[in-house]
């Protein structure tokens, strides 16, 4: 837990890579004034499902 900075009751964020997982501390990031958590959190999940796509765009 030293090692990765982690203290209990620490959130983690989890992500699948083929057999294995990566294991992140959440980052507790402050939302822009008027902000909805919720909503920022459904952008992010989509961000992540469409991670591909979002990188390889160029304007």
């Keep these: 837990m ?4 982690l203290a209990f009751g620490d ?3 989890v992500e699948f890579k083929g ?4 294991l ?5 990031e402050k939302l822009p004034q008027g902000a909805d ?4 959190e459904m952008l992010s999940d989509v ?3 469409h991670d591909e796509a ?3 765009y160029s304007l």
Excluded: D, Q, V
């Excluded at 057999?19 to 990566?22: D, K, N, Q």
């Design 19 to 22: 057999e294995g997982a990566i």
């Design 2 to 5: 030293k090692t990765a900075n």
């Design 37 to 40: 958590a919720e909503c920022m």
């Design 54 to 56: 979002f990188s390889t």
């Design 11 to 13: 959130e983690l964020e």
């Design 47 to 49: 961000i992540k499902e």
């Design 24 to 28: 992140r501390k959440k980052r507790n």
